[in-house]
């Protein structure tokens, strides 16, 4: 891979942006790779949690601007053009999706700039930290244009609207600590180090639970946040009777009292009919 490397250790994927030298721009290869690595995660099950860190000053400086004067045409002359427009953004959408369709919770690790792009990418994953130099800016108002891979979509889930507005209108810079008092971030560090630290004992600790709870923990936490009370109560009520398990609850409390790790099935590696084929009955 040319745009990061992955790690799994102990449970948990570490996915290090490694372009320093290019802010960590997201050019047609870094959405490729990202798009079968996630992909990868949530088929194999072999990691339960996965962390999301950077190399350099920044994070990520966010869409590399020379794809759409390479290898991308942007057609606007005509209605097909368009529509292709439409085809384009929506699968550049569906790959940071992924990130919030993930089998396994996911933190973004954040020093420096978090810029377009970037703020789509980290508004996906479910936990945020970030060192004290960091900064969120909705770049694309800046070049005329409109955010399109999720930041409208889900910081207003995560912030008051008027902050998303006045950021997503002006493209001015959200420093660390006012991203701590609205809550975009859970925590704000000195260095890269510590923020780096942080992350992956909250990773460790989540890797440390059963996987199918974490997993069903996930699926309520986001349908609650689209649907409404009512809808969401019941919605629990299926998906606890669905993965409901004494062993798991009776190793969990052992685990407490013994303070020892516990002993917790992975989840399974998904199969498709489309990867294994279908056998013809004879």
């Known amino acids: 891979m040319h745009s990061f490397t992955l790690n799994i250790e102990n449970n ?42 950077s190399t350099g000053k920044h994070f990520s400086a966010g869409m590399a601007l020379e794809t759409f004067a390479g290898s991308i045409k942007m057609d606007d002359q005509t209605p097909e053009g368009r529509a292709a427009i439409f085809d384009m953004v929506t699968s550049m959408q569906a790959t940071f999706t992924k990130l919030e369709t993930l089998r396994m919770p996911v933190i973004a690790a954040i020093q420096g700039g978090c810029i377009g792009g970037a703020v789509d990418m980290v508004t996906a994953c479910c936990m945020r930290y970030a ?7 909705i770049q694309e108002i800046n070049i005329g244009m409109v955010a399109d891979v999720g930041t409208l979509q889900r910081l ?11 950021l997503a209108y002006t493209g001015r810079r959200l420093p660390a ?39 069903g923990t996930k ?64």
């Open 12 to 53: 948990i994927a570490h996915l290090v942006l490694n372009q320093p030298e290019a802010m960590n721009t997201m050019h047609p290869t870094f959405w490729r790779e990202l798009d079968a690595v996630l992909t990868q995660l949530h088929t194999e099950g072999n990691a339960r949690v996965l962390v999301i860190s």
């Open 131 to 137: 060192t004290s130099n960091a900064f969120f800016c």
């Open 156 to 166: 207003p889930k995560l912030i008051p609207m008027a902050v998303v507005k006045e």
């Open 177 to 215: 600590d006012k991203a701590l008092q609205y809550g975009l971030v859970n925590a704000v560090f000195d260095t890269p180090e510590a923020m780096l630290e942080a992350a992956m004992q909250c990773a460790a600790e989540i890797a440390s639970k059963p996987p199918v709870a974490i997993w």
């Open 219 to 282: 699926q309520a936490i986001h349908y609650a946040r689209d649907h409404s009370v009512e809808e969401s109560l019941q919605h629990m009520g299926l998906l606890q009777s669905a993965i409901w398990s004494n062993r798991h609850i009776m190793e969990a409390v052992m685990t407490m009292k013994m303070k020892q790790p516990g002993k917790f099935p992975s989840l399974p590696k998904l199969q498709s009919f489309t990867e294994i084929g279908l056998k013809k009955e004879v």
